[in-house]
């Protein structure tokens, strides 16, 4: 699969979306659908969903998905590192978690903040 992000054009839809969901005021309770059109880029073959999930304790989960015609997990982590790249440290095996589900969407999440939200 030759999808990259380095694309100028490209990085800056990856870049917009993810800046749009880590925008508090988008954040989303856990549960909600998150393939909606704001969260949703679609980058050549790839399509990348960003969300911040907040969980009925207040957590925050940063969640960026990845769907793409034979995207492997090893592509989507490529993807994922050049996306998060100088916002975040990039450590797969240490912070992001990654699982795909059944319509092939591979999904990496992590804590976005250090301690939950206070209501």
């Given at each position: 699969?030759?999808?990259?992000?380095?694309?100028?054009?490209?990085?800056?839809?990856?870049?917009?979306?993810?800046?749009?969901?880590?925008?508090?005021?988008?954040?989303?309770?856990?549960?909600?659908?998150?393939?909606?059109?704001?969260?949703?880029?679609?980058v050549g073959q790839v399509q990348v969903?960003?969300?911040v999930d907040v969980t009925p304790t207040l957590e925050t989960v940063l969640r960026?998905?990845?769907?793409?015609p034979e995207l492997t997990p090893m592509t989507a982590a490529d993807l994922l590192e050049e996306?998060?790249?100088?916002?975040?440290?990039?450590?797969?095996n240490t912070e992001w978690e990654c699982g795909i589900d059944g319509r092939k969407w591979i999904h990496f999440?992590?804590?976005?903040?250090?301690?939950p939200l206070q209501a």
């Open positions: 699969m030759r999808t990259s992000l380095q694309d100028p054009s490209v990085v800056r839809s990856a870049v917009s979306l993810l800046e749009y969901a880590l925008d508090p005021v988008h954040w989303l309770p856990s549960g909600q659908a998150r393939a909606s059109a704001a969260h949703l880029r679609v969903c960003a969300t960026i998905s990845f769907r793409a996306l998060v790249k100088g916002r975040f440290t990039f450590a797969p999440s992590r804590r976005y903040t250090a301690r």
